[in-house]
């Protein structure tokens, strides 16, 4: 009995490290994207910091101690984690949203990991008789019981992290950002007008959206492709002026043979976290490798 005790602790403590070394790979992950850009995101800045803090400090708590409600919290941590990745990607959080990505897909698969060992790790039933031993149940009186209630814990863990699996499989296949604005018109002629936003004047499509353009754009030639134009889906059609609009407006040709709209050599673009017409949540973000700005438009 004390040498299955012994072993038994010594996979208790392989599994706190390695349900330790997954917390700090999610926020590893999370804390790249928050440097590289996601920490100018309005509101999401701040919980992409508060979560890479919350997996540091956890990944702390688990690798020190074997109390079964920290592993029950890091567990926790790691599926809402998920969860609000889910959720930004099918419908947006705090005006932004998600799109599938490399990155989401493999620090969500990290969650879902640590989710399935933290969980069994709070729920597992020690040897009987070991010294110190912490459970959620009476140890010795209710020893059968405790294994009872154990067991189904650990099928809702398991259960749950499937569950968690499939979600992450379905938002990354069937998620994604608008598709390009301006196309599929009756004249396939998209118009800008200028609208007062935030205190001034910027273009916007004709439903209001607010148009941006990229730093990294060269003139009339657009830099935004694959994952950046999901965030930031480009304005398609020769454009036409509406009301208020004064500059020069023109196309450019884009890899797959479309035109963007431009205006005075910038290539427009919307943004997928603007949800509703007079938003415009995209000016100054630092997002998919530069700046993105309104476009401001002199008032006559």
């Given amino acids: 009995m004390k040498y299955l005790q012994q072993v038994t602790h010594r996979w208790q403590l392989l599994g706190r490290l390695l349900g330790a070394g997954l ?9 790249d994207l928050y440097l590289t850009g996601y920490r100018t995101i309005p509101t999401i800045g701040w919980l992409f910091l508060l979560q890479v803090i919350a997996a540091f400090g956890l990944a702390a708590l688990v690798v020190v101690t074997s ?36 990155a989401g897909a493999v620090a969500g698969s990290i969650e879902i990991a640590g989710f399935a060992l933290l ?21 010795r009186p209710l020893a059968d019981r405790e294994r009872s209630w154990a067991g189904r814990l650990e099928v809702l863990v ?22 390009a604005r301006g196309a599929g018109g009756t004249s396939g002629r998209p118009e800008l007008q200028v609208r007062e936003i935030a205190g001034k004047a910027v273009l916007t499509d004709a439903g209001g959206f607010t148009l941006y ?15 950046c134009a999901a965030y930031w889906p480009p304005l398609i059609g020769a454009p036409r002026a509406g009301p208020g609009v004064t500059g020069k407006l023109g196309t450019t040709k ?4 479309s035109l963007q709209a431009t205006y005075d050599g910038h290539p427009l673009y919307t943004y997928i976290g603007d949800s509703a017409p007079g938003q415009a949540s995209g000016n100054r973000v630092n997002l998919n490798g530069g700046l993105w700005y309104d476009v401001a438009v002199a008032r006559q």
């Fill in 23 to 31: 917390l700090v790979a999610t926020g590893a992950v999370h804390l």
């Fill in 213 to 227: 353009w990229f730093a990294l754009d060269s003139v009339s030639k657009s830099r935004c492709y694959g994952t």
């Fill in 254 to 257: 884009r890899s797959d043979g």
């Fill in 158 to 179: 398991g259960a749950g992290a499937l569950l968690a699996a499939a979600l992450l499989i379905v938002a990354v296949a069937t998620g994604g950002g608008q598709p």
């Fill in 67 to 102: 109390a079964r409600l920290v592993s029950a919290a890091a567990a926790g941590f790691a599926l809402s984690t998920l969860g609000g990745y889910v959720l930004s990607v099918w419908f947006g959080l705090f005006g932004f949203r998600e799109v599938p990505t490399t």
């Fill in 119 to 139: 969980g069994f790790l709070a729920v597992a039933v020690a040897p009987r008789g070991r010294p110190g031993s912490r459970s959620l149940f009476p140890a």
